[in-house]
């Protein structure tokens, strides 16, 4: 038979067996640390979604955030990375950490500006002079009441789109030189999916298949090595959520994990994923087959504010399909949190008078 003089057989070297009395020992000590607050869980400044991951996501997992354009996905974010820091980096916490953002889609200094525009409840309108010069004198209130703060915040950004190999090179090397000395939890942001850069000649499929095979080997990586990561991932919508016959049938208004952007290889290896839809933006007037409001009125102004639904469908370490209701404060770039019993008055309201009012 005819052999490639050239040919060279490629070296394969067998992975490292684990026997079942390491496995156990392992989840015994990481219990264990789990007791004495040694591992912690991640918690964000939303109480009801830290009620539905069990108090905190779990480290060493990625979460996938997704919604239609304009539903919120980048600020839910941002507002998750810092408030997770900034619970690690509070008297109350053990541990600390940093977060690294990979910021492909926005200039870095731009969530800068979101972030200041949510703490001093300024309009991003009124902070960069959009319709009249904005007061010196206010900006530098703002300066000293904000922008010196977050100075101090352990963030890092990574602004041009790199591909996969980058990015996990860029997050072991990251973790090795600031965490692993210290202990430090490390949370990575990837601001989106599909902008990552890709290999030579990678079409859309296998781009975002090449980013979270990388992302997930980074990962466990980081793990054997004693580190903690969380991942944050966002990810498109594709078009069948706006398909009309979702649109006319109460029972197909729920988000599904097939309606991510190259679904398949994202569900895979996402431990969470949360999906941030507002139904306003679809013209449905009454929410899915429990006809959830969509709006919430003032009675004496006749704003509307829209209710936004969180729904977490998928959940590795614990009850999936769960819903969160929210109400739309992405003008100051957050949401608003409505307590369940609250929700409940909304609710009622709605199915008696078909409006919800305030």
């Not at 109480?47 to 919120?72: C, D, P, R, Y």
């Not at 600390?96 to 953002?101: E, N």
Request: hydrophobic residues 30%.
């Amino acid at each position: 038979m005819y052999q490639n003089q050239n040919y060279t057989k490629p070296k394969i070297t067998v992975p490292k067996l684990l026997d079942q009395k390491t496995v156990v020992e392992q989840n015994y000590q990481y219990a264990l640390k789990r007791s004495r607050g040694e591992i912690v869980s991640l918690a964000t400044c939303y109480k009801g979604l830290n009620h539905i991951i069990q108090g905190g996501f779990e480290s060493n997992t990625m979460l996938t955030i997704s919604a239609l354009s304009g539903g919120g996905k980048s600020t839910l974010a941002k507002r998750l990375v810092n408030s997770i820091i900034a619970n690690l980096s509070s008297g109350n916490s053990p541990k600390k950490g940093i977060a690294l953002s990979f910021n492909f889609e926005m200039l870095a200094h731009k969530t800068v500006g979101r972030e200041i525009a949510n703490r001093s409840k300024t309009l991003l309108s009124d902070l960069y002079s959009s319709y009249g010069k904005t007061d010196e004198k206010f900006l530098e209130e703002l300066y000293e009441d904000h922008y010196k703060k977050l100075m101090n915040y352990p963030l890092y950004y990574v602004e041009e789109p790199q591909n996969d190999l980058v990015i996990g090179k860029t997050i072991y090397e990251t973790w090795k030189k600031l965490c692993k000395p210290t202990g430090k939890y490390m949370i990575v942001e990837i601001d989106h999916a599909s902008i990552t850069k890709g290999r030579q000649n990678e079409d859309a499929k296998r781009k975002i298949d090449n980013l979270m095979e990388t992302l997930n080997y980074t990962k466990k990586k980081i793990a054997s090595e004693g580190g903690n990561v969380f991942y944050i991932v966002l990810s498109q919508m594709n078009r069948d959520i706006k398909h009309r016959d979702r649109i006319m049938t109460e029972e197909l208004h729920y988000p599904i994990s097939s309606d991510l952007f190259q679904s398949s290889t994202i569900e895979h290896f996402s431990d969470y994923i949360l999906i941030s839809h507002m139904p306003s933006k679809l013209n449905i007037k009454s929410y899915t087959d429990q006809k959830l409001p969509v709006y919430l009125m003032a009675e004496k102004t006749g704003e509307a504010t829209q209710f936004i639904y969180w729904h977490l469908i998928k959940n590795r370490e614990g009850e999936a399909d769960r819903t969160v209701p929210m109400l739309n404060n992405l003008k100051y770039f957050d949401f608003t949190e409505i307590s369940s019993e609250k929700f409940k008055e909304y609710h009622q309201q709605f199915m008696q008078k078909g409006i919800v009012t305030k």
